[in-house]
């Protein structure tokens, strides 16, 4: 069983997603819930959360209408305007659709560094755990010490960090980003998604190798419960196939014991945004 806990999904407008620069040309058209599922059933993933890309309830609309005709879209994590009083109403507006399971803030493209740590901001997180949905934590590895104070003022709400927090992996630096995910997996309400690592590599030159002890900082901080597969599709094409980067994970989780690897295939995430085992 292996569930896709990280993808994304758009109809390609060049206005509505203005991070995707000429740089990253290869994303400037439509991915649509079609093509993605037939990519997951060519790698054998039974199912998949999609996330958001844009910053606009529209898109969250459009995700969750999408879970109707896809069944593997198993879940959304979607964008809400959480400095927003108001939030409160759309959150409920979005709820009425089990299908959404949590909600992310591009935190990493605000151009304050302590914008995680806004009081609007956290009032608007404040208003999640009440209503069962997760935050998705995005942000650049030197966030990580704004991240941990935020995670802080919420001790009781579930928080996944995605992407391993985005360390340098293109330089090869492991510190000080290792020891600050050693504090932050302290928090038992955090849990990691194993996703978004090829991108933050060298495209053209990763190997599995030197991606590994990342993997290996991670699972000796976090373990196997508190850990999630992830593909980062259609992102994740910039630098790898789907397979590719499904069977880089199976070898990593290879030594592992079965009910181990099942917790990072599928389990965790199950567990964390509440899906419904089989559907």
């Known amino acids: 069983m292996w569930i896709d806990s990280h993808h994304h999904l758009w109809p390609y407008v060049a206005e509505q997603y203005p991070w995707i620069t000429e740089q990253l040309g290869l994303l400037q058209r439509d991915f649509l819930p079609g093509e993605f599922e037939t990519e997951l059933k060519q790698a054998g993933v039974c199912g998949a959360i999609a996330v958001q890309a844009r910053q606009h309830v529209a898109e969250t609309r459009w995700l969750l209408e999408a879970t109707r005709a896809y069944p593997a879209i198993r879940g959304v994590v979607g964008w809400v305007p959480l400095c ?51 935050y998705d934590i995005l942000i650049f590895e030197r966030h990580l010490p704004q991240a941990i104070q935020f995670v802080d003022r919420h001790p009781r709400q579930t928080f996944v960090v995605d992407h391993i927090a985005k360390p340098l992996i293109r330089a090869g630096e492991l510190e000080p980003w290792r020891n600050r995910m050693r504090e932050l997996a302290r928090r038992e309400n955090v849990v990691v998604k194993l996703s978004g690592m090829v991108t933050e590599a060298d495209w053209g030159a990763w190997s599995e190798e030197a991606l590994a002890p990342y993997f290996g900082a991670v699972i000796e901080s976090f373990g196997p419960r508190r850990m999630m597969f992830g593909s980062d599709w259609p992102v994740m094409l910039l630098a790898s196939s789907y397979q590719r980067w499904k069977t880089v994970v199976a070898n990593w989780l290879a030594p592992l014991s079965s009910d181990e690897r099942l917790e990072i295939q599928g389990r965790t995430a199950e567990r964390t945004y509440g899906l419904r085992p089989g559907g």
């Open 84 to 134: 927003d009083p108001g939030v409160e109403a759309v959150l409920d507006e979005l709820c009425a659709n089990p299908r959404l399971v949590g909600i992310r803030h591009i935190v990493h493209d605000e151009l304050d560094d302590n914008f995680i740590l806004r009081e609007d901001f956290n009032r608007g997180v404040s208003r999640l755990m009440a209503r069962g949905l997760v």
